[in-house]
């Protein structure tokens, strides 16, 4: 178990993607600090893997509140000791344009995903600096930050800088021996997403209106079939862990080939 002993903080911890990150640390040996801003996605978290044999706390928070988020990584020092291993994954859905986007709602979304990555960073890195800890941060971007994804200016912009937030912030850290990555999900099988909720006690029915919605993001990828959350969970154990010890800097792209895909031609096809 690559990650026996470590203590992770995730921020964003729906069945969705948080979801899937969080139970593929946790399948390593990770004790997992669940952070959402609804309580019920953490604290739902975190029963679940308890029930099924980890250790695990929930907590409810705002990134974008600076005092809520030195509460929170105290409280999670407070359960666990230390924290190894934080990763920002918080983020909010607001698909509008730069014509239609208020300046309120740009503000709270960069917020969330920006200034929350920062906040969380800053003090989860304080904390393992106070302690020794050689520990690894995860920023989990989007191909929306990749690429110009029209209506949908505040997401897109906001993943675009998380890039080289994690670049810029892994260069300062280096001297402490903490590494800094990304890793670039895309649109996501939801199949295992409702199964996922269901195991966390949830009623929310069945996947075949969200699979019929995603089936146009399928034929657009190379491999003709999407990543689900535990692909990204599984790389998201590899970056953090020992295995990947002198990796920093880097974002890991697990997008079934879409960021590298050549714009002319259409994926199924045998060429332009």
């Given at each position: 178990m690559r990650l026996k002993d470590k203590v992770a903080l995730v921020t964003g911890t729906s069945p969705n993607i948080g979801g899937g990150i969080v139970e593929g640390l946790a399948a390593e040996g990770a004790a997992i600090i669940a952070v959402d801003y609804v309580e019920a996605n953490a604290t739902d978290c975190a029963r679940y893997l308890e029930g099924s044999g980890g250790r695990a706390v929930g907590l409810s928070c705002d990134v974008n509140d600076e005092a809520q988020v030195r509460a929170t990584v105290a409280a999670g020092l407070k359960a666990f000791g230390r924290i190894d291993?934080?990763?920002?994954?918080?983020?909010?859905?607001?698909?509008?344009?730069?014509?239609?986007?208020?300046?309120?709602?740009?503000?709270?979304?960069?917020?969330?995903?920006?200034?929350?990555?920062?906040?969380?960073?800053?003090?989860?890195?304080?904390?393992?600096?106070?302690?020794?800890?050689?520990?690894?941060?995860?920023?989990?971007?989007?191909?929306?930050?990749?690429?110009?994804?029209?209506g949908n200016i505040a997401y897109s912009t906001s993943k675009c800088g998380l890039l080289n937030f994690t670049r810029s912030v892994a260069m300062e850290l280096a001297a402490h021996q903490i590494r800094v990555n990304s890793l670039t999900p895309t649109a996501t099988d939801p199949s295992e997403s409702f199964e996922r909720a269901n195991r966390w006690g949830r009623d929310v029915g069945s996947p075949a209106r969200s699979m019929a919605v995603m089936e146009t993001y399928r034929k657009g990828v190379p491999m003709q079939k999407l990543p689900k959350p535990s692909d990204y969970g599984r790389a998201a154990a590899f970056l953090v862990s020992d295995d990947a010890a002198m990796i920093t800097g880097v974002d890991l792209r697990v997008d079934a080939g879409a960021v590298a895909r050549y714009w002319a031609w259409t994926p199924g096809t045998a060429g332009v």
């Open positions: 291993i934080l990763v920002n994954n918080a983020a909010t859905f607001n698909k509008k344009g730069v014509l239609t986007m208020s300046l309120e709602e740009w503000r709270a979304q960069t917020g969330v995903i920006l200034t929350g990555a920062f906040l969380c960073t800053k003090y989860v890195a304080q904390a393992m600096i106070e302690r020794g800890v050689h520990g690894a941060i995860l920023n989990i971007i989007s191909t929306a930050g990749h690429q110009g994804e029209p």
